[in-house]
């Protein structure tokens, strides 16, 4: 799928509107109120009572197997994705009035964010101050006279001209200069995301070669590896609306089309917007949109007291605000998804991590403010689709 399709079609997704607190991990086998199992939902081993999997009423359908009759009766809270939200501003001399849209719509992009229930943190390499071609982050994101405010927001007070993003994300990340190095900011296990700002283009470093000196970054997998990038780059360049990516020209207030960063958006399944918006309300609302629909479906992989859970005795339930509990069903992976109307897959079948909504799924679910994701756990599951 190419990037213009990948943002059409995330502009369209819905944010989601439950909070992390309305999802819940439950354990299968519990006797008491409020169990997802029939008969006060000891486990789900007796043959013929009803059961809600199999045509033994078992969740495998092995009917007499007893060998979840123990299912342990904890819970645990449900995590959604965490994200690091990376801005590089481009503070050249062109720059005054974009950087001025950034900054009286980065608080509602962050509200945004926060509302998809995902755990986010924000961080901005660009210039700092009041005067000049700088920004100063307000309250609520921000912190008060153009502080940082941990944990949600960092400011690395940076000078980025036209053309050396790319070279100073990379000399930045752990530079020998602490005010400068903002790899202290970033956790080992959030999605990154790169919001580049410029009209212009970079120069010295070419996309390709920043994707290899971005993955070998220390420590080992922080923006993931070839063939599993922990890191999405999002761009707001000098590309032209209604253009084709990369080879179009640029927009009428551009300097340069920026296409090394638009390749980078198209390798990571970034937005591609345009820099010459003269009003930046709608763009930030985009990626914020973008960032809370791909990441906001993603839960993390319950370990029962903290050990490794058996991924073949997960089920993962839906429950509307208006209704009553139905399972979902799980598919093998992402290209199943086409095929069933509310499925999830794992990242990993071996080793998982993440439990993830399949998309129309995650439209569905999305669109219930009121609706619940149990994950039910320790119970035999029926093999994915």
Sequence with gaps: ?????????????????????????????????????????????????????????????????????????????????????????????????????????????????????????????????????????????????????????????????????????????????????????????????????????????????????????APAGIFGTTTKRKYIFDTIAGWTPGTAYVTGPKCSTAVNNGSEYQKLSQLTGGIIDSVCKTDYSAVLDNLATGIATRLGCEFNMPKPDGGVGDPTKVVVQFTPGMGTPRPLTQVTDSSKCNQITDGWYYDDNVNPTKIILCPNNCMTVGSDPSGKIDVLLGCKAPPPH
């Excluded at 974009?98 to 926060?114: D, L, P, R, W």
């Design 1 to 217: 799928m190419n990037a213009h399709r990948i943002a059409a079609r995330l502009s369209t997704l819905p944010v989601l509107a439950f909070a992390a607190a309305n999802v819940l991990f439950a354990a299968c086998g519990s006797n008491g109120a409020g169990s997802p199992f029939p008969n006060g939902g000891d486990d789900a081993s007796a043959g013929d009572d009803g059961g809600v999997f199999g045509d033994d009423g078992g969740f495998g359908g092995d009917g007499g197997d007893n060998s979840d009759a123990a299912c342990a009766a904890t819970s645990a809270k449900a995590d959604k994705a965490v994200v690091d939200i990376i801005f590089v501003i481009d503070d050249s001399g062109s720059m005054t009035e974009e950087m001025i849209q950034i900054k009286a719509n980065v608080n509602s992009f962050a509200t945004k964010i926060g509302m998809s229930g995902l755990d986010y943190r924000v961080i901005f390499i660009v210039r700092r101050g009041t005067s000049g071609n700088t920004i100063c982050v307000p309250p609520p994101l921000g912190g008060a006279a153009c502080a940082d405010n941990p944990p949600k927001f960092y400011h690395v007070n940076q000078d980025v001209q036209s053309n050396n993003s790319l070279s100073l994300i990379l000399s930045t990340y752990d530079s020998a200069n602490a005010a400068l190095a903002w790899n202290k900011y970033l956790r080992q296990d959030s999605y990154k995301v790169f919001v580049e700002v410029t009209d212009d283009q970079a120069t010295g470093t070419a996309s390709a070669a920043f994707d290899t000196a971005l993955l070998a970054k």
